[in-house]
């Protein structure tokens, strides 16, 4: 896998994760053909720590990758995408946890400066 796709998913990861989303065909309403491709652009970006206008435009529009990624968020897409994935991996996400090295702070909670 080249060095700017080393975020991406898998062949395997792919084939396993793409039957439990939506947009497939058969599914209702309109099929959605970019599923990998986006869940790649949200996986770079997390991966990245870039903001969101920095996307690579491979993914496609940074403004519609952020809208949908929003979407499924408030959706609560992601947590059942997640344990879905720890299922099939063994993982007991009730363990998992954030950290600053994954969480961003706000912008203005950086650079203030220290009491005295």
């Given at each position: 896998?080249?060095?700017?796709?080393?975020y991406e998913l898998t062949d395997y990861q792919w084939e396993h994760l793409a039957p439990h989303l939506?947009?497939?065909?058969?599914?209702?309403?309109?099929?959605?053909?970019?599923?990998?491709?986006?869940?790649?652009?949200?996986?770079?970006?997390?991966?990245?720590?870039?903001?969101?206008?920095?996307?690579?435009?491979?993914?496609?529009?940074?403004?519609?990758?952020?809208?949908?990624?929003?979407?499924?968020?408030?959706?609560?897409?992601?947590?059942?995408?997640?344990?879905?994935?720890?299922?099939?991996?063994?993982?007991?996400?009730?363990?998992?946890?954030?950290?600053?090295?994954?969480?961003?702070?706000?912008?203005?909670?950086?650079?203030?400066?220290?009491?005295?």
């Amino acid at each position: 896998m080249p060095e700017e796709h080393r975020y991406e998913l898998t062949d395997y990861q792919w084939e396993h994760l793409a039957p439990h989303l939506s947009g497939k065909n058969g599914d209702i309403g309109r099929p959605c053909d970019d599923n990998r491709r986006f869940i790649n652009g949200v996986l770079w970006i997390t991966h990245s720590g870039a903001p969101w206008r920095d996307l690579p435009q491979r993914y496609g529009k940074w403004g519609t990758v952020f809208q949908r990624y929003n979407r499924w968020s408030k959706a609560g897409r992601w947590e059942a995408i997640l344990r879905l994935i720890a299922e099939e991996e063994g993982v007991d996400l009730d363990w998992v946890s954030g950290d600053s090295t994954v969480i961003r702070a706000h912008q203005h909670a950086a650079g203030q400066k220290k009491r005295t």
